[in-house]
């Protein structure tokens, strides 16, 4: 039975190293994390090829056509991958091993990391470490990961970083795959704790990454509170220090506070209105607590801040992009909601009162789900990261499901202040400005997503 596996093509970059080996050499091609940099500016002195040209096969997932299979993935691949990580001659690429039963169950894989060098030209398998990390559960829920979550390193110049059990990092030696050390940030492994995220490392050789831990006693963990989450800090010598998330986000709502969610489902078309034409109270829910998404990575700036995500727990209507200092310390704090007036009567969406548009009367600019300016959602299957530009703005994508999932693209400065990158709608989508027709009253949810 042929079994059709994910491979890895190597072409574009990897042929401009290939085609190194026989002409002048280049400058060493680095890509050694998320984003290429401690920025995530994803930025090389690389010339750039077509790819028309296979130099290289190697399959890194062997699993695809069962996790295709079901009513829930539906023919589609929903797994995040680690992005091959580069090192002149050299590429890092995650790959999976041990059975995989089915999507509700992705945590019975394994995975490791394999080093590649190009010899001869051939990309040839030097080693491979195969490691103890698992995801966090699968959620059937409006919170928690409905596609397989990120395992991803991170190279610097001594070692390469891998995630590990319980909240852990694996640090390994480049040349030989060799364990060099098993770094926990707490004094004992807890189940219930999870590395999330790619590993971020600055350029002094500290490593950066989150941990999320749930409650192991709950029947369905993304119902409930999440315990305890931390920013995990290794330092080149490879000393761990946490600190805990709840210091991160001040002026964020408390776990137990009623945050404003959307209208029921069975109000559509929305937003509900008042009898005097004002946009009515949505729903409520508790917030949870503050904690990071599934799948972002750190950034660092010149500077040493550390840019991250957060969200409320149980609320992904309540996102924030934190800055932090050198010290683990909060820098400042910037909120994602009712950043966006491109809803309602916009040329974002139909007009009011047509098939996919707003109910009839609604106040220009509001968003359907709540009434209120569009807010930046951080839902858990997103990868999206900070991005540090050279001038010192920090970019985030966020999501935005009323202007059918385009997203928004959000700008800040480096002291916290949103800059409206599309005045005066208040971000820039990233599908552009364009009207779709629908028969439906509005944008339906995209795989048991929340509206």
């Not at 060098?117 to 059937?140: A, I, M, R």
Request: charged letters at 15%; hydrophobic letters at 35%.
């Amino acid at each position: 039975m042929y079994t059709r596996r994910t491979p890895l093509f190597v072409g574009a970059l990897f042929a401009a190293t290939a085609v190194s080996l026989v002409a002048a050499p280049p400058a060493a091609v680095w890509w050694g994390q998320w984003g290429q940099n401690p920025q995530h500016q994803g930025i090389v002195s690389a010339v750039g090829q077509t790819g028309s040209r296979i130099l290289a096969n190697a399959v890194y997932d062997p699993f695809t056509d069962k996790e295709q299979n079901g009513a829930y993935a539906g023919g589609d691949l929903l797994v995040h991958y680690q992005t091959p990580l580069i090192a002149g001659n050299d590429v890092f690429m995650e790959f999976k091993t041990g059975q995989f039963l089915n999507i509700k169950h992705w945590e019975s894989q394994t995975w490791g990391e394999r080093r590649y060098s190009w010899v001869n030209g051939q990309l040839v398998q030097q080693w491979e470490f195969t490691g103890d990390w698992k995801p966090v559960p699968f959620s059937v829920d409006k919170d928690g990961p409905g596609w397989e979550p990120v395992y991803h390193g991170a190279l610097t110049s001594n070692a390469l970083y891998v995630p590990g059990f319980g909240g852990t990092l694996w640090k390994l030696d480049r040349a030989t795959g060799a364990v060099i050390a098993h770094i926990s940030p707490f004094a004992t492994i807890d189940p219930n704790s999870y590395a999330v995220g790619p590993l971020s490392a600055d350029k002094f050789g500290n490593i950066y990454y989150n941990v999320m831990q749930l409650d192991g006693s709950a029947k369905d963990p993304w119902l409930v509170d999440v315990p305890q989450s931390w920013l995990v800090k290794v330092t080149a010598a490879d000393v761990p220090r946490a600190v805990a998330w709840s210091t991160l986000v001040p002026g964020a709502p408390a776990a137990t506070d009623r945050c404003t969610f959307r209208y029921a489902i069975a109000d559509l078309p929305w937003p509900v209105l008042n009898p005097d034409g004002s946009p009515a109270e949505p729903l409520t829910v508790a917030c949870g607590s503050q904690r990071p998404p599934v799948n972002t990575a750190p950034a660092i700036g010149p500077d040493g801040t550390i840019y991250d995500i957060s969200r409320a727990s149980l609320n992904d209507y309540y996102g924030y992009l934190i800055a932090i200092n050198r010290d683990r310390t909060p820098k400042w704090t910037s909120s994602m909601r009712s950043r966006f007036h491109d809803g309602c009567g916009t040329p974002f969406l139909p007009a009011n009162g047509m098939p996919g548009g707003c109910r009839a009367g609604t106040p220009a600019g509001v968003s359907p789900p709540d009434g209120m300016p569009g807010s930046g959602r951080v839902l858990d299957d997103s990868t999206s990261a900070p991005v540090v530009a050279p001038d010192g703005s920090i970019y985030y994508g966020a999501y935005t499901r009323y202007n059918y999932a385009q997203g928004h693209l959000m700008r800040w400065s480096s002291t916290g202040q949103y800059l409206d990158t599309a005045a005066p709608w208040g971000g820039f989508q990233f599908g552009g400005t364009r009207r779709r027709r629908s028969s439906r009253s509005r944008p339906q949810p995209v795989r048991r997503r929340s509206p």
